[in-house]
Nanobody, 125 residues
Framework: VQLQASGGGLVQAGGSLRLSCAAS????????MGWFRQAPGKEREFVAGNRWSGGITNYAENYADSVKGRFTISRDNAKNTVYLQMNSLKPEDTAVYYC???????????????WGKGTLVTVSS
């Protein structure tokens, strides 16, 4: 699986950005897709996950406490793309954001099976 993230940039605090991650593969709808981030000097951490629950459109979402109510993960299976809508951004959201794929593992960096290259999000105060 190949992943390509995009959409990062510089935004003021309180602003919004939408990240996209395009994936290869013909079984995209069965992928568990996650977003992670890594700030300078810190470990990579889970941000949001979209897990396939069976069927055609059954997915479960999970969020880190730090982004609940501000970030939304979604997917478009026709485009093999997962999104991360980020609203009310804060300077502490500044990080390189990565998308990843897992097949049923927990939402931790070590559980991911494939990673895309990151996209930098910088939130100015």
């Amino acid at each position: 699986v190949q992943l390509q993230a995009s959409g990062g940039g510089l935004v003021q605090a309180g602003g919004s950005l939408r990240l996209s991650c395009a994936a290869s593969g013909r079984t995209f709808r069965r992928y568990d897709m996650g977003w992670f981030r890594q700030a300078p000097g810190k470990e990579r951490e889970f941000v949001a996950g979209n897990r396939w629950s069976g069927g055609i459109t059954n997915y479960a979402e999970n969020y880190a406490d730090s982004v609940k109510g501000r970030f939304t993960i979604s997917r478009d299976n026709a485009k093999n793309t997962v999104y991360l809508q980020m609203n009310s951004l804060k300077p502490e959201d500044t990080a390189v954001y990565y998308c990843a794929v897992t097949y049923g593992n927990n939402w931790s960096p070590v559980g991911m099976d494939f990673w895309g290259k990151g996209t930098l999000v910088t939130v100015s105060s």
